[in-house]
């Protein structure tokens, strides 16, 4: 996690007004859809829910909101029936004897219902208070118009009167929740899928990556609420299977190439409000995945013009990585440059970090003979000393697996992206992921969907296919077990009240890493 947290205060940047001109001309219109609640809901402990809560309709009658007056520390919660991004508003009135005293009231917006029971007062972790969804608001006078300028990331809605006066209560009325995405279910094409698991996996998938798809891929609409190379990469994949809006991945693309530092260098993340900001952060995959991320759209799209405009940013990420490969074909990382593969910092990511650099390297060279890349040969010489490298040193003939260089260690990530890297063929590639998934399945130790989408993808690519779906529903077919609307940031099926920053009520429970069962079952079933 502290990976991806960065001060680089001292970066120089340039800004390429052509091509961030083209970012904005692909600048999406926002949909916008009137949600109702449908149901009041009681949220209460139980293990079968995430982080130990569910929420239950209650006896209590949506259409008789009204009439549920509230007082002094009581609530009640609204059902938006399906997970959604958006703006609220709401009606409030004041039943009783005269308004005495302003309404003093509390609004909590929740993925999932944990997010109602935590208390923001106890969460004491390293990210931001002020991502926590929740207002405080002070109504002076009643009858009147509730309409609040930020956006949420919710299914759930607590209203919770912290007080009246003794005189009066608040009721409420018109609950409206508009929510918002740059697509819409219409654009994905009906799809059949005769194994129920697998359908409520795809469609979860689906509606994960719409309510990540606004002006940008978001990473998280509830938080960060910024474009990750590392989502954009799977978040297009996922895109191209299913919405297939190629402007947005065109934008963000130039939004990436049109924003790196004096050196050439992409950042690992971009701000788009209040103005175009690149993040002072620093990845070394997500830098290279540039390119990849470019291959992929020109080969779904042979949109020259993009490429073109954007190939000279590819190829300075592969040449600045390329400094770090010795003669040998040894990618040496920099502590300043580091590799992200997961957010687990219980592996060495050395040999994984080789697996990306190769991965990426076989998909630049795709796009450099596109584009009749003079300098073609010293590319394909570091790739194949990369591939020899990993072959004769990194892969133990004994265990027949990948090793850290320096300790030996052998972890599934390892194993993972150098199969992806293709550095053997499928037949060996076989063999490494079946030793996996004899001796580190159930996996431990990942905390990601992220990480978890390239271990069931090398599962497809070895022709391990019942492995590759039996993994897809042990993961991400445990998330709507325990109620997922969309899927999580973050989480561990050994650990399943898993949260990075020690509190749900901070966890993103959708996330655009955790999109891509959508694109592994159309590619791959």
């Known amino acids: 996690m502290a990976f991806t947290f960065q001060i680089n205060d001292d970066v120089n940047w340039n800004h390429d007004e052509k091509l961030l001109k083209k970012a904005e001309e692909n600048l999406p219109e926002i949909i916008e859809t009137t949600v109702v609640p449908v149901a009041i809901a009681d949220v209460v402990a139980d293990q079968k829910g995430a982080n130990g809560y569910v929420a239950k309709i209650s006896d209590k009658n949506i259409t008789k909101l009204a009439d549920y007056t509230l007082g002094r520390d009581e609530s009640i919660v609204l059902d938006l029936g399906d997970h959604y991004v958006g703006h609220f508003t709401l009606d409030i009135n004041s039943v009783g004897s005269p308004m005495d005293a302003p ?95 697998l359908k409520d996996i795809y469609n979860v998938s689906v509606k994960t990556l719409l309510d990540c798809m606004q002006t940008v891929f978001e990473d998280g609409p509830k938080r960060d609420r910024r474009l990750w190379i590392g989502d954009l990469r799977l978040q297009a994949l996922a895109n191209y299977a299913t919405f297939g809006d190629l402007a947005l991945t065109k934008r963000c693309l130039y939004l990436f190439g049109g924003m790196t530092t004096e050196e050439g260098k992409v950042p690992a993340n971009v701000f788009t409000a209040p103005e175009l900001i690149p993040d002072d952060t620093f990845l070394f995959e997500y830098s290279i ?218 966890s993103s429970y959708c996330h655009a890493w955790s999109c891509t069962p959508a694109y592994l079952i159309k590619k791959y079933l």
């Open 289 to 506: 995945f540039f390119a990849a991320i470019l291959a992929d759209y020109y080969y779904e799209t042979k949109d020259l013009e993009v490429l073109k405009d954007l190939y000279p940013m590819a190829k300075k990420q592969m040449d600045l990585a390329m400094e770090l490969v010795d003669d040998d074909g040894r990618l040496n990382l920099l502590e300043e440059w580091p590799a992200f593969i997961d957010w687990s910092n219980e592996f060495e990511k050395a040999t994984a970090g080789q697996g990306t650099m190769i991965y990426a390297l076989r998909r630049f060279i795709n796009i450099a003979k596109v584009m009749e890349e003079t300098a073609i040969e010293t590319y394909e010489r570091v790739l194949a000393d990369m591939i020899h490298f990993s072959q004769e040193v990194l892969f133990d003939t004994k265990e027949q697996q990948f090793i850290v260089e320096k300790n030996h260690e052998i972890n599934v990530a390892s194993q993972v992206w150098m199969v992806l890297a293709e550095v053997f063929d499928q037949e060996k590639n076989r063999e490494i992921m079946t030793t996996i998934v004899a001796t580190q399945f159930p996996i431990t130790g990942i905390a990601t969907p992220y990480m978890y989408h390239h271990v069931v993808e090398a599962l497809f690519l070895a022709g391990l296919k019942e492995e590759a779906i039996r993994l897809m529903k042990n993961y991400w077919g445990k998330m709507i077990d325990l109620g997922a609307d969309t899927f999580w940031e973050a989480f561990k099926p050994e650990e399943p009240d898993f949260s990075p920053y020690g509190s749900p009520i901070m």
């Open 103 to 197: 309404l003093y009231l509390q609004l909590k917006f929740a993925e999932v219902p944990a997010e109602i029971a935590a208390k923001s007062s106890d969460y004491d972790g390293w990210l931001s208070k002020s991502w926590i969804q929740e207002e405080y608001i002070h109504l002076d006078v009643l009858p009147a118009t509730l309409s609040l300028p930020r956006r949420y990331s919710c299914r759930y809605i607590e209203l919770k009167v912290i007080d009246t006066s003794p005189k009066w209560k608040a009721s409420f009325s018109q609950p409206v929740f508009t929510a918002e995405s740059s697509v819409s279910m219409n654009q994905v094409a009906p799809y059949e899928i005769d194994d129920p698991e």
